[in-house]
């Protein structure tokens, strides 16, 4: 099983959707979650952490299920602006700092 | 503050040639995290340096090497260049438990 994975899409979702992606890892002993978003031949962004208690920006949430081992990130009301390679990060064990990137899951807004 | 900065932005060199890519992390982050993105694929894990040290590396052969220096800024080298090398190549840093941030990468083709 990979450490971490995502379903690569295209979502391909119309303005105004609400669209949600998973995120599934393999170690249960992880502590830091991230949401990073990438644009077209750019490098990867902080989109948002994931908190233990999931947390929301704007149109924005992210969730954190320790029993499933996945997180969720959750768009409202899609704008063209959003689409973009959402990748999902992991911390490799508790007290390292090796992050471990899925594949991304890429999103389509279209008008 | 400056971010993290990448150099050279684009290298072009012939195959069996030798790359090196350099790196300066956020000043006070000490993890230094190198990925190789090739076209239209997800990020791969390299390498990741903390302290000055290597702490773990990806799934590459040998000729893929790098190291960190006392001030933090790192060097990615990679010799006996092949084709399938021309890549994104991205670093990241961070500090200890937080997010990556990443820089605008080096775009290495090799012909």
């Known amino acids: 099983r990979k450490e971490v994975e995502q379903d690569p899409g295209p979502f391909n979702v119309p303005e105004g959707a609400t669209v949600a992606f998973n995120c599934t890892y393999s170690n249960s002993a992880s502590q830091s979650f991230f949401w990073y978003r990438q644009d077209c031949r750019k490098e990867p962004k902080l989109l948002m952490s994931?908190?233990?208690s999931g947390n929301e920006d704007g149109r924005f949430t992210a969730q954190l299920n320790r029993a499933s081992q996945y997180i969720s990130l959750l768009i409202r009301d899609s704008k063209l602006s959003d689409s973009a390679t959402y990748l999902c990060v992991v911390n490799a064990l508790p007290n390292t700092d090796k992050l471990i990137f899925g594949t991304g899951t890429r999103l389509q807004v279209f008008p | 503050e400056a971010g993290v900065t990448q150099s050279p932005t684009h290298l072009i060199k012939t195959r069996g040639q030798q790359a090196t890519l350099r790196c300066s992390p956020i000043s006070g982050h000490t993890s230094v995290y190198w990925y190789q993105q090739a076209l239209g694929l997800g990020l791969q894990f390299l390498l990741w340096?903390?302290?000055?040290?290597?702490?773990n590396r990806g799934n590459f052969p040998p000729r893929f090497s790098g190291r960190q220096f006392p001030n933090y800024s790192s060097e990615l080298n990679v010799n006996a260049l092949e084709l399938e090398d021309s890549a994104l190549y991205l670093c990241?840093?961070?500090?200890?438990?937080?997010?990556?941030?990443f820089g605008q990468g080096t775009r290495l083709t090799v012909v």
């Open positions: 990241a840093s961070s500090s200890t438990g937080g997010e990556a941030f």
């Open positions: 994931v908190y233990s």
């Open positions: 340096y903390d302290e000055g040290e290597e702490r």
